[in-house]
Nanobody, 115 residues
Framework: QVQLVESGGGLVEAGGSLRLSCAVSGSTFRIGAMGWYRQAPGKTRDFVATITAGGSTNYADSVKGRFTISRDNAKNTVYLQMNSLKPEDTAVYYC?????????WGQGTQVTVSS
């Protein structure tokens, strides 16, 4: 079993920054790609960014140039640095991790960007 716990969400003004963290515990041997998704009220859960075990990254067009995903394999943690935040970035942010053909999700952390 794999458990993921997000942290770092909060309230920030437009133009500000936040750094989200997602710590993986449990059976962490050979954790594969990890990623971030977000879900705004009344909307679907949308892709934000992903990073492979080797460090290759991919981003949604809406966050390119503003968000940076990274991971520390020694700490089994993935990060999402969010800069130049906009009100439309307001959502619950979820991290996920692939492990032996299964996808595991965290419980989510709220990010609210005020205008």
């Amino acid at each position: 079993q794999v458990q993921l716990v997000e942290s770092g969400g909060g309230l920030v003004e437009a133009g500000g920054s936040l750094r989200l963290s997602c710590a993986v515990s449990g059976s962490t041997f050979r954790i594969g790609a990890m990623g971030w998704y977000r879900q705004a009220p009344g909307k679907t859960r949308d892709f934000v960014a992903t990073i492979t075990a080797g460090g290759s990254t991919n981003y949604a067009d809406s966050v390119k140039g503003r968000f940076t995903i990274s991971r520390d394999n020694a700490k089994n943690t993935v990060y999402l640095q969010m800069n130049s935040l906009k009100p439309e970035d307001t959502a619950v942010y979820y991290c996920n991790a692939f492990h032996f053909a299964r996808t595991y999700w965290g419980q989510g952390t709220q990010v609210t960007v005020s205008s």
